[in-house]
């Protein structure tokens, strides 16, 4: 009998494994905004991730799927807890993934949403930008991630190569190549400025661009 009741436990245990949830959970931070990404044969707007925590450390991805469930709220940080589900047979260019949410854990507002502007340079290196008509524009595309402006004297474009709740970089910048005598100087110090841009501090229609060490490289205000 004691037998029996031992080959009955354990048949009991097994069975209760087989029948287990054939899914995992995975709690992230989702971005409050979204940004063109190459997915599959195309190209769409992905949200960014983050599965660190707290959503002011760690590095931000793509995030290539959908998630059943979620309404995406533009501007807000949001925490959430889903299901990952395995797919059979799934197309080559599609997620092999399928993502549910389960819960809200938390919320808060994304900070980098408010860049999302046209801004005009007031300082340049602690100094005052004198010209009214050719001031150095900056303007923030999240959806491309590129930044986009005027230095004083030409046009550029660029990509914004690191993007945190405080952290930002751009990558090499591409512009025009005309010659201004009088706005040269300004130029330069604008577009040197710009690539040594390591964090942001924005408060209302201010924005300031600062060093690795926390000096202020540029401050802008926000163009009505």
């Known amino acids: 009998m004691k037998m029996f009741e031992y080959i009955f436990g354990i ?29 599959g044969a195309g190209e769409k707007r992905c949200l960014l991730i983050n599965k660190n925590t707290n959503p002011g450390k760690g590095s931000w991805e ?12 533009s501007g807000a940080l949001q925490q959430i807890k889903v299901k990952v589900i395995p797919r059979e047979n799934v197309p080559a260019d599609a997620s092999s993934l399928k993502y549910e949410l389960i819960e809200f854990v938390d919320e808060q507002e994304d900070p980098r949403v408010a860049l999302n502007d046209i801004w005009v340079a007031v300082n340049i290196d602690g100094k005052p930008v004198e010209s009214d008509t050719n001031r150095p524009r900056l303007e923030l595309n999240l959806t491309q991630m590129k930044i986009y402006g005027f230095d004083g004297c030409n046009n550029y474009n660029g990509p914004v190569q690191n993007l945190s709740l405080e952290d930002i970089s751009f990558g090499n910048l591409l512009s025009t190549r005309k010659m201004c005598v009088d706005q040269m100087e300004t130029a330069d110090a604008f577009q040197k400025a710009l690539s040594r841009s390591s964090h942001f501090v924005r408060e209302g229609l201010t924005l300031s661009l600062q060093s690795s060490t926390g000096a202020e490289l540029l401050e802008f205000r926000k163009v009505d």
């Open 11 to 39: 048949f009991s245990f097994t069975l209760l494994l087989s029948c287990g949830p054939d899914y995992q959970t995975s709690t992230f931070w989702i971005s409050g905004f979204k940004t063109e990404c190459a997915a």
């Open 62 to 73: 793509y995030f290539y799927s959908d998630i059943d469930g979620l309404e995406f709220k």
